[in-house]
Nanobody, 125 residues
Framework: VQLVESGGGLVQAGGSLRLSCTVSGLSFDYYAIGWFRQAPGKEREGVSYIIIGDGRTYYADSVKGRFTISSDNAKNTVYLQMNSLKPEDTAVYYC???????????????????WGKGTLVTVSS
């Protein structure tokens, strides 16, 4: 299984970025794909996920209304559109995946089986 992130970078506060995660080696339709982030000196935070089979989504309160998660099932790719970025959004963003049934029942609290290597997002003030 491989999860490959792209799209991180440096942006000014108020700007936008779109992260991509391309997944291979698993049955995409039966999984939930999402994003965690970890800022220096802070705990890891579950940001958002999408359940591929039915499109249900989840957002952490800290990003609700600013971030949008979506999927292109033909490309086995999930996107995280990040708007109105704030300096506190600065973190390494990791793409994650686990079976849809588990994520639907337990959300991020269950832990996620598969992780990408991460992509750095830096928001300057």
């Amino acid at each position: 299984v491989q999860l490959v992130e792209s799209g991180g970078g440096l942006v000014q506060a108020g700007g936008s970025l779109r992260l991509s995660c391309t997944v291979s080696g698993l049955s995409f339709d039966y999984y939930a794909i999402g994003w965690f982030r970890q800022a220096p000196g802070k705990e890891r935070e579950g940001v958002s996920y999408i359940i591929i089979g039915d499109g249900r989504t989840y957002y952490a309160d800290s990003v609700k209304g600013r971030f949008t998660i979506s999927s292109d099932n033909a490309k086995n790719t999930v996107y995280l559109q990040m708007n109105s970025l704030k300096p506190e959004d600065t973190a390494v963003y990791y793409c994650v995946a686990d079976r849809a049934a588990l994520v639907a029942a337990y959300g991020f609290s269950y832990g996620m089986d598969y992780w990408g290597k991460g992509t750095l997002v830096t928001v300057s003030s």
